[in-house]
């Protein structure tokens, strides 16, 4: 049973505007949340996470929002940028480990 | 040395066979962990080592087993390949303290046939 869920197995955004990406999880015990960003033949580089006890964290153009009572995140990127095509990925810490949604791959159209 | 480097890069072994993925972890990482990414699904969590000792391990069989060496490398050995075992495995290390400050490699592709 998955544990962390992204719905949308793609995305494709124009540049300049708004990528928004969801993740939902199932656990309400979990209380420490990430994005990974994948891009082809490298593995997962960390992106930008969020503790449980907020519910926005920001750097740079990249936003993560936490919905505790709906179990939801998103990762928000403004102004989406050419570089951001990728596979994004969720994820969320528990003990020693790290569980993953399946993951989302952004494409960043001209 | 900085970063985490995996080798090989890419693996064709025979359903049956055994293989050994290696990984250079960065000084001073004391925790590495493998992962599992099946073609189209995120990374599944094997095992992970602290200062040589298996400390957490995930939904996989004891086929998959690992060794931590002092100079921070470490080993995924894989017994017994079956058909499903063909994945990109991924090694992942942090410091002590950095629970989730995870560094990764860029994986082995091992196919089986």
């Known amino acids: 049973d998955q544990q962390v869920k992204q719905n949308s197995p793609s995305l494709s955004v124009q540049e300049g505007r708004i990528s928004i990406l969801n993740c939902d999880y199932t656990?309400?015990?979990?209380?420490?949340f990430l994005w990974y960003k994948k891009y082809p033949a490298e593995g997962p580089t960390f992106l930008i996470s969020i503790s449980s006890i907020k519910d926005k964290n920001e750097d740079g153009r990249f936003t993560v929002f936490l919905n505790k009572s709906a179990k939801h995140l998103s990762l928000h990127i403004v102004p989406s940028q050419p570089g951001d095509s990728a596979v994004y990925f969720c994820?969320?810490?528990?003990?020693?480990?790290?569980?993953f949604g399946s993951g989302t791959r952004l494409s960043i159209r001209p | 040395e900085t970063g985490v480097t995996q080798s090989p890069t890419h693996l064709i072994k025979t359903r049956g066979q055994q293989v050994t993925l290696r990984c250079s972890s960065q000084?001073?990482?004391?925790?590495v962990s493998w992962y599992q990414q099946a073609l189209g699904q995120g990374p599944q969590f094997i095992f992970q080592?602290?200062?040589?000792?298996?400390?957490g391990r995930g939904n996989f069989p004891p086929r998959f087993s690992g060794l931590q060496f002092p100079n921070y490398s470490s080993e995924l050995n894989v017994n017994a390949l079956e058909l499903d075992d063909s994945a990109l495995y991924l090694c992942?290390?942090?410091?002590?303290?950095?629970?989730?400050?995870?560094?990764f490699g860029s994986g082995t592709r091992l196919t089986v046939v």
């Open positions: 992942a290390s942090s410091q002590d303290g950095a629970n989730y400050g995870y560094t």
């Open positions: 080592y602290y200062r040589e000792e298996e400390n």
């Open positions: 656990n309400s015990m979990f209380d420490y």
């Open positions: 994820a969320a810490y528990d003990a020693s480990k790290i569980i």
């Open positions: 000084s001073g990482h004391n925790t």
